[in-house]
């Protein structure tokens, strides 16, 4: 069955980066492209950016641009979220979710369980 | 970007009755090339991720109950709950996809009363 399994909580200082992973198992790696979204306490959820799985190719949200990095490792059928110049506002629950189709534009049809990302002095 | 909104924030509703969320687009997310909506339907239970129940605003995703119902086209979208049950209080967020940033609306909180 497909599953998508992230690292462990982290904590970090103003102005630091962090790295998550998200492991995929299952299906082909190669053939879905990952988002990863992000929810802030009480707010909606919020889509970061993506990377196709098969070439590396990713696009990001303007929001980010400039401090986020979405990589992956074929190899161990792992993709990285990145993200630097961390701030309190990126204090927020980070997921991986897979492309569901095909089809350039598509659902998240399966996530991780999610990565708590806390930012504080 | 497309700015989603729902309605209601929240709502209450009685085992077995009827549940209905509105969803609104900024812009169409409606594709005229192909026919479809792209607007997706999500399901998020307390400390667990989103779970994708329905896409192109009305296609069901595998293993979601047949009560869980979308419908509506380019602006305006409504997900419907039959009979509610018990497992079913959540908070439900609609999602475009038709264009990036892919954005969620603001999320309803669903209860039982």
């Known amino acids: 069955q497909v599953q998508l399994v992230q690292s462990g909580t982290e904590v970090k200082k103003p102005g630091a980066s962090v790295k998550v992973s998200c492991k995929a198992s299952g299906y082909t790696f190669t053939n879905y492209a990952m988002h990863w979204v992000r929810q802030a306490p009480g707010q909606r959820l919020e889509w970061m950016g993506w990377i196709n799985a098969a070439n590396g190719y990713t696009k990001y949200s303007q929001t980010f641009q400039g401090r986020l990095t979405i990589t992956r490792d074929t190899s161990a059928n792992t993709v990285f979220m990145e993200l630097s110049s961390l701030g309190s506002e990126d204090t927020a629950v980070y997921y991986c979710a897979r492309k569901a189709f095909s089809e350039w534009l598509s659902p998240f049809d399966y996530w991780g369980q999610g990565t708590q990302v806390t930012v504080s002095s | 970007d497309i700015v989603m909104t729902q309605s209601p924030d929240s709502l209450t509703v009685s085992l077995g009755e009827r549940a209905t969320i509105n969803c609104k687009s900024s812009?169409?997310?409606?594709?005229?090339?192909?026919?479809?909506?792209?607007l997706g339907w999500y399901q998020q239970k307390p400390g667990q991720p989103p779970k994708l129940l329905i896409y192109w605003a009305s296609n069901r995703q595998s293993g979601v109950p047949d009560r869980f119902s979308g419908s509506g086209s380019g602006t305006d979208f409504t997900l419907t709950i039959s009979s509610l049950q018990a497992e079913d209080v959540a908070v439900y967020y609609c999602?475009?996809?038709?264009?990036?940033?892919?954005?969620f609306g603001p999320g309803t909180k669903l209860e039982i009363k």
């Open positions: 812009q169409s997310v409606f594709y005229n090339s192909n026919q479809k909506n792209y």
């Open positions: 999602q475009q996809y038709h264009s990036t940033p892919f954005t």
